[in-house]
């Protein structure tokens, strides 16, 4: 595999960057499409979840982004709230080495005019999702006559979910020398439609096309009572991070409830709840203080989260595709996983395309440990500040460790948002840790501190 420094435009200091952020050998679809890219050519490629695709167009528009001109150059359109905030931590890691690049994310849940206060003030890189880029442009908050470089990520969830006609609506709106970069998990005809309308003599690149069943473990089991099934699935894996898909909102709902009665540490997201409410959702996920996160397909794109070991599919989910997203979830970039299918008697036809992948196995051969619960060592605090008021990791790593007095083994990860941060503690220093703070600074400022439920 090419590493980055084979690539002669990528400057000295953003090879650098890179390397402190681990990263040096290319995947198939950065080795593929970085120079094109940079080269201006538009793009079509098909490449599954995981395979490194953000960095592949992100890595360029960074590149070929001109701080001297405070307008927005490239617009990255999402099918989700989720990919849009994780593409945006990525690419803000990268650009660290670019002073001033500025990067915005657009979408519902979050006060429109909130969002025209940052794009009047100016942006280089605009993330988001179709709907709310519509409501800015009907506004006139948003102008895209600027725009270089339009990239359409998960292409084919966009079109599932009906925005083909936005779509293109905002490509309307940009100049018609825009490169345009339409990156998709699959190819059916509607992105070729999409494609034709957008796309200008494309490279087209197919890159790990298919699930590396060497890294997905792929398993169904029948059963006549799914709960009973599950929990059977939780004394026998035993794993250290379980995400559930559920169809529904009210299942995923009461599933949550059902593991919590059982003495499980879960938390579930879905689209009814308000944005900041799905944020702490994977955000407790994802640190280890909740050790199951029960899902929706809200979460099927866009959640890149290390070190998930299992996936369980509740519910059948609706299409090849759906399941497709749903167990790339896990088995990302060098890691391995398992991904379980339960269907009912009754469904076994519906599951034909599942059993058709993975193989099928008798739940009544699994060991079982009756006594084993999913339950965490941590909980998550929250304080009222995060980077708009200049704090960072450190601050609060340091202000622990040294003026609390907390050992740095009982400080788990920390996230740092646009107004909150969140730190996993070990539940025995939880208390110490919200009693010092009441009268504790972190860089001479006061903050209040909660723990996330």
């Not at 800015?136 to 966009?158: C, G, Q, Y």
């Not at 995400?243 to 499980?264: E, M, P, W, Y």
Request: net charge positive.
């Amino acid at each position: 595999m090419k590493t980055f420094n084979t690539i002669k435009e990528i400057p000295q200091a953003l090879l650098a960057n890179l390397a402190s952020l681990g990263f040096s050998q290319m995947t198939q679809i950065q080795d593929k499409a970085i120079v094109p890219i940079l080269e201006g050519k538009d793009i079509l490629a098909q490449s599954k979840t995981g395979s490194g695709k953000t960095l592949a167009f992100g890595l360029p528009c960074i590149m070929r982004t001109d701080i001297s001109q405070n307008k927005p150059q490239t617009l990255i359109i999402t099918p989700t709230r989720e990919l849009a905030d994780q593409i945006a931590v990525e690419l803000r890691k990268i650009a660290s080495y670019k002073a001033n690049l500025k990067i915005i994310t657009l979408y519902g849940g979050v006060p429109l005019r909130t969002q025209a206060q940052s794009l009047a003030k100016g942006a280089h890189i605009l993330i988001g999702t179709p709907g709310r880029i519509q409501d800015h442009l009907a506004k006139e908050t948003l102008v895209l006559d600027s725009i270089k470089t339009l990239v359409l990520d998960e292409a084919d969830r966009m079109l599932d979910m009906g925005f083909y006609d936005e779509i293109i609506k905002i490509g309307s709106n940009m100049p018609r020398s825009k490169q345009t970069l339409l990156f998709s998990a699959t190819f059916p005809p509607k992105i070729e439609k999409l494609a034709k309308a957008l796309l200008k003599q494309p490279l087209v690149l197919k890159v790990d096309t298919l699930q590396e069943h060497t890294k997905i473990d792929e398993i169904v089991y029948e059963t006549s009572d799914k709960f009973k099934a599950l929990t059977v699935l939780i004394q026998s894996y035993k794993p250290k991070s379980l995400l559930i898909f559920c169809n529904t909102k009210v299942q995923a709902v009461s599933l949550t409830d059902a593991l919590h009665r059982h003495g499980h540490s879960a938390i579930d997201i879905h689209g009814d709840l308000e944005q900041k409410e799905r944020n702490e959702s994977v955000i407790v996920f994802s640190n280890g203080s909740k050790r199951i996160l029960v899902a929706t397909d809200v979460a099927s794109r866009g959640l890149d989260i290390k070190g998930i070991e299992l996936i369980v599919n509740y519910d059948l989910p609706f299409d090849k595709e759906v399941y497709t997203h749903r167990i790339g979830r896990t088995g990302r970039a060098d890691a391995t996983g398992t991904a379980i299918s339960l269907y009912e008697p009754q469904e076994s036809t519906k599951c034909s395309y599942i059993t058709s992948l993975a193989r099928t196995e008798d739940l009544k051969k699994l060991p079982i440990d009756a006594a084993f619960k999913m339950t965490s060592d941590y909980d998550t605090l929250c304080i009222n500040g995060g980077k708009k008021t200049k704090l960072r990791a450190a601050d609060i790593l340091g202000t622990l460790c040294k003026e609390v007095g907390i050992g740095h083994q009982m400080i788990g990860k920390i996230n740092i948002a646009d107004t909150k941060s969140y730190i996993a503690l070990h539940h025995s220093v939880v208390n110490t840790v919200l009693k010092a703070l009441k009268n504790t600074k972190i860089k001479k400022k006061k903050y209040l501190a909660w723990i996330v439920e």
